[in-house]
């Protein structure tokens, strides 16, 4: 049986080495600075955007409840903002909000993309001065557990001790089992301030069962690292072959197989360039008539069974503003062509996600980012939600102020709205007329929402574990 107090005498012993090298102190202390230092930036910097884009999306609401007398289609063409305000978490994961944008511009005829994106508005040196806690933790930690544990096992071969140490009765399992506790410790001292970050996520609001989802993803990670470096370690008889074998597996799964997975992603489940996309709405719209003009031809129809419902010969003797019906139709229309290619757009941003996060089963760095960014609320699935819900604000307030000019306003007046300043005047409806905008306000997804879609990368780490401890188990049985 393995004795409890041996290993935690072997784990003490390896952290009296760690004291007495400067190169690990050293290493853990700058680790240490890294992540508390990108935790306070990104927490400073998420919270004032949060009291930011909250306080704009108020002033966005009453800017346009506060315009005066207008004719109602200027006002959709006036427009309206949605803002999403940062998700609890996004404190310690950004995710794809710095991609993405974080506000759309609303108006009449058209669909505008999210924008003021920190990464799109920032220089390339800027780019790379942005280091997140998620980024620390998921690229840098790994190396700076390298750094610290190459030698864990490789040293006692290099110096002859392992033999010495084996015949004092100490196990190869109890060996390995301390120093696998010693480097746990790391882990968790690097974790704190992930931690402590996610106290102040919790209350912010954030879920308590995200919170430990988030933090526990991330201990199986860094567990994972901490197992590959003993596993490697054990495995050469000397330092430097165990370092140069780390730092090539730490860039293989690190740096090149994340940028493999969104190469394979983009080649296995191509998508349609904006520029061709363009045309191809453009294509469809033309079909639908301009819906400015009440005498295109393609509202014909619709003229014709108007005139037959109400019983009347001409549009100006309907008791509605045909104009306004016009472009009420021409607004549904085209907002399902709109909506369409939207969907269809974002579903090919879905497959290229999904393609890249079954690279978790090559990468335990692939696996933690699409956790990371699921649990934290920040994940591409959230942005699509964004735009839905800001489409549907904007078909709404749009068709609200299209009823608007159905009802309350004349077809007569509005066909001679540019005969003169009298006439323009006529053309007006009141300003309390734009009372058509509900409060908007973007929620996290729910968490079991998250919890469901980060159910794949869980299994992912745990076939990470699962292999490296039964490969440690199978060296340990060579080895003794």
Known sequence: MVSLSAI?????????????SKLAVSVLIIGLLLTVSSVIVTLVNMHALSHERSSLQNTAEETFVDQPDRHPHRMVHYGHYAFRVP???????????????NSVFLEGHRQNSAMFAEQKQGTGLTSLGSLSPAFVVQVLAPLLLILIAYSSMSREKESQTL???LSQGTSIYTLLLGKRLALLSVVALILLPLALAGIFAMVQGESAIIVASFLLAYFMYLSVWALIVLFVSAVFSKNSESFTALAFIWILLCIAMPRIASSTASTVSPSQGKLETDFAVLAELRKLGDGHNANDPAFAKLKASLLEKYEVDSVEELPVNFRGIVASTSEAELTEVLNRFAEQSMQEELSQTHIARNFGWLSPMVAIRALSMINAGTSIETHHRFMREAETLRFNFVQSLNQVHVEQLSYKDDIN???????WEKAKVSAENWQVIRDFTFETDTASTRLERST??????????????????VLGERTS
């Open 87 to 101: 998700a609890p978490l996004s404190i310690l994961d950004p995710g794809v909000d710095a991609y993405t944008g």
């Open 456 to 473: 794949s990368g869980f299994l992912q780490l745990l076939l990470w574990a699962g292999v490296l401890v039964v490969s440690i188990r």
């Open 8 to 20: 935690s005498a072997v784990a003490k012993d390896e952290w009296r080495y760690w004291q007495r």
């Open 417 to 423: 709205r540019n005969k003169g300043e009298d006439a």
């Open 163 to 165: 033999s010495f140490i």
